[in-house]
């Protein structure tokens, strides 16, 4: 089995998915009444995008081990966000 190598951690699968679902996120945030702007908008901001922060961030630490504590605060933030989004969902603010 060939493991791949990646230059950059733009060049990762996983952290072009979650920027793209973040970028998503931040466009949907749009919709959100004034009202939340300093709530529920802010809060899923910084969960979305600490997901792909944490994986670049791992990507350029010196050990695996750094590495994949970093990958566990990326799934932390996920799980958050998808809370986020089930919350601005029942709240009405997104379909």
């Known amino acids: 089995m060939k493991v791949a190598k990646y230059k950059n951690f733009q060049e990762v699968p996983v952290w072009q998915i979650d920027h ?18 300093d709530g529920l908008s802010a ?25 994949i504590q970093f990958l566990y605060n990326a799934r932390c933030s996920c799980v958050e966000t998808i809370y ?11 379909n």
Request: zero cysteines; a positive charge; charged letters at 25%.
């Open 20 to 37: 793209g679902s973040t970028l998503k996120i931040y466009n949907a945030i749009r919709k959100f009444p004034k009202t939340e702007t």
């Open 84 to 94: 986020h989004r089930v919350l601005a969902k029942d709240l009405g603010y997104i």
């Open 43 to 67: 809060q899923i901001k910084r969960s979305a995008s600490s997901v792909p922060a944490n994986i670049a961030e791992g990507f350029y630490r010196n050990t695996t081990k750094e590495l």
